[in-house]
C-alpha cells in the first residue's frame, strides 16, 4: 500500500515502527479507556515507540474510520470535555490476533538473531 | 518570543497545511493538537518559551503530521497520492502526438507513388520522426528503437528496389525487364 520511491533509503525500524505502532496503541486501552494525550505519552515513554507524537493523531482517526476504536466524551475538571478511546469487539479481535502473531514472530526473528 | 506566540504560530502552519483535507477533519485535528498542546503545558506545570519549544518539537512539523493523514488514508484524494497512481499509467498512454507519429510513418512511404511522392515521403518522414521525439510517452530508448527502425526500413527499401533499376537500364537491351523486376543475380549474368 505504501508506495516506495526509487533510490530512498528505508531505515528497518521506522518501517517496523509504523507496521506495529497501531496495535499498540490498541493494546494501551485494552484494560480501560484512554485519554489520547495519555495514549502519546504513554508510547513516548515506552523506548522512542513513536518520534513525532503529532503523528498519532492521524492514526487514530483511521482506527476510529475503522471501527476498532470507540469514544465518548466526558467532562473534565480543567478545560474542554475530553475524548476517551476504548476498542470495540472488532479492535478487541485484531488485538488479539496481532499478539499472537507478534509472539510467534518475535520468537522466529530472536531465534535466527540469537544464532 | 512568548510561548502563546509559538503555539498560534505552529497551530497556524497545521491549519495551512492541513489545507488539503476535508474540512470537517481539518478542524478536528486542529482541535486535537491544541488539546495536545494545552495537556502538555497542564502535565509540565509551566509555559516558558522553552517548555512550549520542547512540547512543539516532540509534536514533529505541521508537515509530518499532515503526511501521516495522507498515510492513514485521510485524504479522500490528495494531490500527492493522486499524482503518484497517476504518473506511470500516464507515462504509456498515447496520446494525439503519438498516434499522428505512427500514421504519418506508416504513410511515408506508398506516399512516394502519389504526386509530389518524393516531396511527401520527405515530409512525412520528417515530421513523424519529430512527433517521436516530441512524445511524453515513449521513452528514449523507445524513440531511439523507431527511429533507427525507419532509418533501417527506408535503407532496405531503397537496396531492394536500386539495383534492379541500374540492372534494368544497363542490362541487355534484347531483353525488357519483366513488370515484377528481374532479380540482380540472373540479369547480371
Redesign the interface.
Known sequence: M??MVAGETRDPLTELRRGVLEHCVLALMRHKEA???DI??AL?DAGGLV?????I??????LR?DGLVETTWRESE???P?RYYRLTSHGQRTLDAFVEDWTRFRDAVDAVLVE | MDADVLVRDYLGRLEAAAAVLPADRRAELTAEVREHINAALADAGQSDEATARNILERLGSPDEIVAAEARHGGLPVGPAVASAVEAPSTGSRWGAVEITAVVLLCLAWPARYLPFGLFLWLACTMIGLVLVWASSAWTTRRKLTATTCVIALYLLAILLTAPVTVQCTTGSQSQPCPPGGPSPVITGS
Open positions: 505504501h508506495g485519554y489520547a494525550y502519546v505519552r513516548s518520534t513525532s507524537e503529532g503523528t493523531y492521524p492514526l487514530l482517526s483511521r474510520r480543567s478545560g474542554p475530553r
